[in-house]
Structure formats: C-alpha cells, structure tokens
C-alpha cells in the first residue's frame, strides 16, 4: 500500500521543471494525475505518457490558471474523469526579473496574475470538492526571505501567496483541509534556463550561499510535496517548509 494510493491529484504547470518532478512522484505513490498545462501540450503529454506507462493514471488538461473559467474547468476534468479530489499542488508560477527602474504595470500584473490570482482561483474551485484530509500544497520560493535584487516584484508575489496560505490554512481548517507550503532554493529547469539563471553569475551566487553546496534539482522538491499531500503530513498544516539546500 503506497501513501497516496487511491488518491487523485491535480498538479497545476506539471508539463515540465519542478512541476513535471511532482505529478510522477505523486503518481509512483499511488495517486492518479491530472497534469495540467498553459501551453506546452507535448511536455504535459510526456509525463502522461511516463506515469501509465509505469502503471498509473494520468490525464493532460490545458488551463491558463489565471482565467477563472479553465482553473474552475481544470478542476472539474479531475473531478469528471477520477470521482474525486484530495490534492491540489499550485506549482504554475512564472518568474521575470526587472530592478526597480524597469518593473512595468505588465511585469507587475503578469506575475501577479499567475502566482497570486491563479492559486486563487484553482483553489476556490477545488474547495467544492476537497474532502476530510484534503491537502493543499502551494509552491513559494525562498526568494521570499534570500532577497535577490531585481526580484521585487517575484518576491512580491511568493510573499503574499505565504500569507494567503496561512489565512486559508486557518480558513479551511475546520473542513479538515489542509494547506502547507513549500519554498524552494534555487531549482534547475526548464524555467530557470530560459530566464537566464542556469549558468549565470546569479546562479554561482545562489550555489555559494548554499550550504549543501549545489544547485536543487526537481525530484529535490518533489518529495516534499508528496510527503506534505500524504496523511504522514496530517498533523502539519499552515507550514512553509524551506526546500533549499540550506540557504535562507
Ligand atoms: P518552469 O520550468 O518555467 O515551468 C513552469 C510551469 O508553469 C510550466 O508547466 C508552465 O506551463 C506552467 N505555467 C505557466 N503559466 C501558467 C498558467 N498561466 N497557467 C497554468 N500553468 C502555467 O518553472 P519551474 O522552475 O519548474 O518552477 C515551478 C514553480 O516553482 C514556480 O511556481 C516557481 O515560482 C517555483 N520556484 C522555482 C524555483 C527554481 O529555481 N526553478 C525556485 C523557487 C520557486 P506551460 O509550459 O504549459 O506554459
């Protein structure tokens, strides 16, 4: 008996990166997949591919979180397709980095919008169907206390999605709904390649601060995750758990 088993899960941006690491890992656990993606349809249909070719279920959905209407729509594809829901993983994040000269209204609400307003609104559609012991984890960063100039505004959005975290972690507390978050230290992946962090001196400051002494990897961060969905986390809720190699 695996500790996930006859869960399901949604894992919102699983089609690669951190995201990808989490939707196989909660599946080698024993719970069905929705992997869900905004744009890259052959990265969600790979780890699809990869989950029931070992055995388990999974399903690819596309949803822009952001948009109320496809995060309400993703939730219900999980619900349609496996009866049930007892994980939500808000991993969908975007990062861009500007210093205080070149943030702009678009930077600002680009950001906000997917890692603020989508964890929103994918949660608020998961609460109608979340039950006893449901688990939702939500993935930070620990830029949030690392204070990396030029971060502001990404910074900005892993702060308020810890405070939103707490007050629902107390808000649905008494529908046995758990709410824990996980924050990592610096992750290579698709993401952190396309923004440039891979390889740059941003990344060689990130690995010196670190006190385990290199650079994260997703299956890093996915074992927290399953662990933090698993009843073993049942007695945890409102936690941020730093992820990162030792750096704060
Ligand atoms: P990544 O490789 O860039 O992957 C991002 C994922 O988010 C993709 O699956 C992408 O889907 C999805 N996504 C983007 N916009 C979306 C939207 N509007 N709706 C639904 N999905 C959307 O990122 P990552 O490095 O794995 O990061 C994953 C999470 O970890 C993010 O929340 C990030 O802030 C956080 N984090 C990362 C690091 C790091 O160093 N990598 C450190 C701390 C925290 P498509 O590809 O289909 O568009």
């Keep these: 008996m695996s500790k996930l088993d006859g869960k399901v899960a949604v894992v919102t941006g699983a ?8 939707a ?6 024993g719970a069905a997949i929705v992997v869900n993606y905004a744009s890259s349809r052959a990265g969600a249909d790979a780890v699809v591919e990869a989950i029931t070719s070992a055995g388990g279920k999974a399903i690819a959905v596309k949803a822009d979180v952001s ?8 939730i219900e594809a999980a619900v349609n397709q496996f009866g049930r829901l007892d994980v939500l993983v808000n991993n969908s994040g975007i990062y861009e ?23 929103l609104l994918t949660t608020q559609a998961a609460v109608k169907h979340l ?11 620990a830029i949030t ?15 308020a999605l810890n405070a939103i975290s707490g007050v629902l972690a107390n808000e649905l507390a008494p529908r046995k709904i758990r709410v824990n978050v996980v924050s990592p230290g610096f992750v290579v992946t ?8 891979v390889g740059s001196d941003m990344e060689a400051g990130f690995i010196a601060q670190t006190p385990l002494g290199r650079a994260g990897q997703p299956d890093d961060i996915a074992g927290v995750v399953a662990f933090l969905a698993s009843d073993d986390a049942r007695w945890l809720t409102g936690e941020v758990i730093t992820a990162s190699g030792g750096i704060r």
């Design 15 to 22: 089609s690669k990166g951190i995201g990808a690491a989490i």
């Design 24 to 29: 196989k890992n909660l599946a080698q656990h």
């Design 67 to 74: 948009k109320a209407e496809e995060a309400q729509g993703l």
């Design 97 to 119: 980095f500007a210093t205080i000269e070149d943030v702009t209204e678009e930077h600002y609400r680009r950001l906000f919008d997917v890692n603020v307003l989508g964890v």
């Design 131 to 141: 039950g006893e012991n449901g688990s939702i984890v939500n993935i930070s960063s």
């Design 145 to 159: 206390h690392v204070h990396t100039p030029a971060a502001g505004v990404y910074a900005g959005t892993k702060g």
């Design 190 to 197: 698709e993401g952190t390649h396309t923004a440039g962090v």
